[in-house]
């Protein structure tokens, strides 16, 4: 059976990180109307705590920023190599860091979101852990 303590302090007064971000954490939207215009403002606001225990983020792409450098590359190498080689290197760090996230998002992001399911906290002593 699961013992619902604190490994660190033996506390009881646990709570998983998943409830505590939810909990504290609201989505809120705003539209404002100027005469026949309007403006809708969307966000989230947290808690220091539900902020603390936030679940791991996924990593951003960049293929559009690789495509439109790679297209500059192309148009600015027609007049002048260096440009295109300027401009084709910078597109190849957009690509190689898109290629990474994509791996990241796909192979490690999604086990470490589990983990983040399945961790508390002790509200007691701070301690974050994974309960056996």
């Given at each position: ?28 939207t705003s539209t ?58 910078i597109a190849l ?40």
């Amino acid at each position: 059976m699961r013992e619902f303590k604190c490994p660190h302090c033996g506390s009881e007064n646990i709570q998983k990180c998943e409830v505590i971000y939810m909990s504290g954490t609201v989505s809120h939207t705003s539209t404002t109307t100027f005469g026949k215009y309007e403006a809708t403002t969307e966000g989230q606001a947290a808690t220091d705590l539900a902020q603390a225990v936030a679940p791991p983020a996924k990593m951003e792409t960049s293929w559009v920023a690789g495509l439109i450098f790679g297209g500059l590359a192309y148009l600015f190498g027609i007049d002048s190599f260096l440009a295109g080689l300027v401009l084709g290197a910078i597109a190849l760090v957009f690509f190689k860091g898109s290629i990474d996230a994509e791996k990241y998002n796909n192979e490690i992001y999604p086990k470490e979101y589990e983990r983040w399911r399945n961790t508390y906290i002790c509200h007691r002593c701070g301690n974050q852990f994974l309960l056996k």
